[in-house]
Nanobody
Framework: QVQLAESGGGLVQPGGSLRLSCAVSGGIFSIYTTGWYCQAPGKERELVAEITSGGITTYADSVKGRSTISRDNGKRMVYLQMNNLEPEDTAVYYC?????????????WGSGTQVTVSS
């Protein structure tokens, strides 16, 4: 059973920074694609950033240049460093790991951590 636990959310002023962390237990971490999604009130959950097992990264346009995703396979951790935060970044942030088995994709989610950007 794969379990994910996020930490690092909180209240931050505009222009500030946060580092989100995600601890992953169970499964074969090294083969997973890992990522962060966010969901603001009344909106769909959407991809913020993703990093594959090979280290290829993808970022949403809204966070490019302001955020960095990284992973530590030895520690089974995923990180999202967010800088120059804006009120529009306010959302619940979810850690995700996924892998393909044949044509099927399997996703696992954390319970989320709240990020609020406000003065």
């Amino acid at each position: 059973q794969v379990q994910l636990a996020e930490s690092g959310g909180g209240l931050v002023q505009p222009g500030g920074s946060l580092r989100l962390s995600c601890a992953v237990s169970g499964g074969i971490f090294s083969i997973y694609t890992t990522g962060w999604y966010c969901q603001a009130p009344g909106k769909e959950r959407e991809l913020v950033a993703e990093i594959t097992s090979g280290g290829i990264t993808t970022y949403a346009d809204s966070v490019k240049g302001r955020s960095t995703i990284s992973r530590d396979n030895g520690k089974r951790m995923v990180y999202l460093q967010m800088n120059n935060l804006e009120p529009e970044d306010t959302a619940v942030y979810y850690c995700n790991v996924n892998f393909m088995a044949g044509v099927s994709r399997y996703d696992f989610w954390g319970s989320g951590t709240q990020v609020t950007v406000s003065s």
